[in-house]
């Protein structure tokens, strides 16, 4: 883990990856997941994506040697973050279900909670839509 003072930066668009580690570079960031190569790569992006700043970092193996475990990466955030990726990620295996037909859309698991307002997926705010968009980033969800 990573300490030092928190640096604020505000994104409006795609966080590259530069600007991530410049982000976290004096944060304390911690994992969020552990994942195989390529979908650590595709969460990230996607975070990324989400102007959520994120890093990657070599996983552990278990330790055994030869084993052959592929190589893993874990995903690294700021504890006020884990949230919005936590969303992210629910999203991401939402959408799946729902496009591979393994669910319907009414089904609890994928259905948003009832009486509720789905968080932005961006910014986490869980509130009203103003003219189809967050009323705390302003992104466009409608």
Same mark, same amino acid.
């Given at each position: 883990?990573?300490?030092?003072?928190?640096?604020?930066?505000?994104?409006?668009?795609?966080?590259?990856?530069?600007?991530?580690?410049?982000?976290?570079?004096?944060?304390?960031?911690? /994992?969020? #997941? !552990?994942?195989?190569?390529? *979908?650590?790569?595709?969460? %990230?992006?996607?975070? =990324?994506?989400? @102007?959520?700043?994120?890093?990657?970092?070599?996983?552990?193996?278990?330790?055994?040697?030869?084993?052959?475990?592929? /190589?893993? #990466? !874990?995903?690294?955030?700021? *504890?006020?973050?884990?949230? %919005?990726?936590?969303? =992210?990620?629910? @999203?991401?295996?939402?959408?799946?279900?729902?496009?591979?037909?393994?669910?319907?859309?009414?089904?609890?698991?994928?259905?948003?909670?009832?009486?509720?307002?789905?968080?932005?997926?961006?910014?986490?705010?869980?509130?009203?839509?103003?003219?189809?968009?967050?009323?705390?980033?302003?992104?466009?969800?409608?």
């Amino acid at each position: 883990m990573r300490e030092g003072p928190r640096r604020s930066f505000d994104y409006h668009g795609r966080v590259q990856i530069e600007e991530a580690e410049g982000a976290l570079v004096d944060s304390e960031v911690i /994992p969020c #997941l !552990q994942a195989p190569l390529l *979908e650590a790569k595709e969460l %990230r992006d996607a975070c =990324l994506a989400a @102007e959520i700043p994120v890093l990657l970092d070599r996983g552990d193996c278990c330790g055994k040697g030869g084993c052959g475990c592929p /190589p893993k #990466l !874990q995903l690294l955030a700021r *504890e006020e973050d884990l949230s %919005r990726v936590m969303h =992210l990620i629910h @999203e991401r295996w939402r959408a799946l279900a729902l496009r591979e037909g393994t669910v319907q859309p009414g089904h609890p698991a994928v259905a948003p909670p009832s009486g509720e307002d789905p968080p932005c997926p961006a910014c986490g705010t869980a509130a009203p839509l103003v003219g189809g968009a967050c009323t705390d980033c302003g992104l466009q969800l409608e």
